[in-house]
């Protein structure tokens, strides 16, 4: 049987469009498991399969990576409708105490260049259990400042810690 050509090329299109950071509701902003980060930065090296909370690949700090790699996208290419500000959920893995990192979050003026927002969450004040995965999270309000084209930066930063943190599963929710 004979496929004919544009029947072949939509079935191949379709193959390719599958979303890998399904939005599980209106509310949900932003979600990465950092899975399909693998082959698209230039500098992998605090992407990591040392420890993954769903499928093979988590974000890493220690004593030489300060910073991991950064999630950036403007506010209004994130949601068409005005925030009162983001719940910023993640997974979190710490092998033990000296595992003292920040999971940071910031809001720029892009046309200014200027901080509207700098906060983050400090892991060593919500992770009470080690070598376990453990959810964290944070209600972030937003200033009247906030546009559609200011820029949201999440990260994990070492923050001076003296062991390893891990970091996965980054979900966005909208408070309105």
């Avoid at 559609?148 to 996965?168: E, K, N």
Wanted: hydrophobic content about 40%; aromatic content about 10%; glycine content about 6%.
């Amino acid at each position: 049987m004979k496929i004919p050509f544009f029947t072949l090329s939509l079935m191949v299109l379709a193959g390719c469009s599958q979303n890998t950071s399904p939005v599980s509701d209106k509310d949900t902003v932003m979600t990465s498991d950092f899975d399909s980060l693998v082959g698209w930065v230039p500098d992998p090296s605090t992407l990591t399969k040392e420890q993954a909370h769903s499928g093979s690949y988590s974000l890493k700090v220690d004593k030489n990576h300060e910073f991991s790699l950064s999630y950036s996208a403007i506010l209004g290419q994130l949601t068409e409708t005005r925030l009162r500000g983001i719940k910023m959920t993640a997974w979190v893995y710490m092998p033990n105490k000296e595992a003292t990192a920040k999971m940071g979050f910031i809001l720029k003026d892009v046309a200014g260049g200027k901080d509207i927002i700098s906060d983050g969450i400090e892991l060593k004040d919500q992770v009470k259990e080690y070598s376990k995965w453990v959810q964290v999270s944070k209600d972030i309000n937003f200033p009247a400042s906030a546009s559609y084209s200011s820029q949201i930066v999440i990260f994990l930063w070492r923050a001076g810690a003296t062991g390893p943190a891990y970091i996965d599963d980054i979900q966005l929710t909208a408070l309105r």
